[in-house]
């Protein structure tokens, strides 16, 4: 019997990364959901789903990720990243094993060196505490599941820093971005496959290696490095990026100065390769001209 995976946020970024990749598991049987048709803030309903379709591993890629807005709607913010995220653990229970996707915003950003799974916590956001109480419930409820902490996520899917400077470097004859803040960007497609990797090598091995766990892409850049390879791979030539620092371009909530996130362990747990973000810029930016 064909082993059955159930993906919520299935309309975010991540989420349609990994409806994409569906044709390619056929061994597998998806049921890829969002809030019109399973919502997460009813812990009935979710069992009730889990039972009927038999789900052996839930993917959980839905989130509350205005990081901004969060700020304002906190109620919301709490629900979607915390609340519902227990939820989902109770109702698995011993039967469905749980990939959650976290952040970077977990950390304060204050690190020189890249962010390990056991490295201090201190979120300093209304998003990054939820989604850290958010991962705390889950380790304390069930421990079948797995985080993935990722950062800079995007995708020819869903609204984005890639397609925002695409889309500005178009319009416009200049553009300030933040050159202080470094990270990596993660293509969603990478995260998707890495997920489906990861249940792969469970399947195979008859292990489920629960615990958190780093993924991004690999190197380190800015933002402003990142907005001169978007503008460089696009063809916008017409566009000047000029760097400004974070004290120069506020925000309502605080954005991380440092996200580099060490992937050593996820990828030795699961032999996994991941490719630099350049190489995976390259091939999103060929997607969104298609």
Known sequence: MRQSILITGA?????????????????????????????LCDKEAIKSFLNKNRIGYVINCAAY???????????????????????LAE????????????????????????????????PQSVYGKSKLE?????LQITAGSIIIRTAWLYSSF???????????????????????????PTYAADLAKAILH????????????????????????????????????AGIKTCKVNPVSTAEYPTKAHRPAYSVLDKTKIKETFSL???PWEE??????????M
């Open 134 to 138: 958010g991962e705390q419930l889950l």
């Open 198 to 233: 990861i249940i792969d090598e469970s399947e195979k091995s008859g292990t489920f290696q629960s615990g958190v766990y780093h993924f991004s892409n690999e190197g380190v850049c800015s933002w402003y490095e990142f907005c001169l390879k978007i503008h460089e791979l």
């Open 273 to 275: 390769s991941i490719p």
């Open 158 to 184: 869903g609204n984005n820093f890639v397609k925002t400077m695409i889309r500005l470097g178009k319009e416009k004859n200049s553009l300030n971005v933040v050159d202080d803040q470094l990270g990596t």
């Open 280 to 289: 995976s810029l390259k091939n999103a930016i060929q997607l969104f001209s």
């Open 11 to 39: 309309k975010g970024q991540l989420g349609c990364e990994l409806q994409n990749l569906i044709p390619f598991y056929p061994h597998y049987r998806f049921f890829p959901t969002d809030v019109d048709t399973l919502d």
């Open 91 to 122: 109702a698995a229970g011993e039967q469905s094993k749980i990939i959650h996707v976290s952040t970077d915003y977990v950390f304060d950003g204050t690190s020189h060196k890249p962010l390990r799974e056991t490295d201090q916590t201190n």
């Open 65 to 87: 990720t205005a990081v901004d807005k969060a700020e304002d709607n906190v109620a919301l913010c709490y629900q979607i990243n915390r609340d519902a995220v227990r939820n």
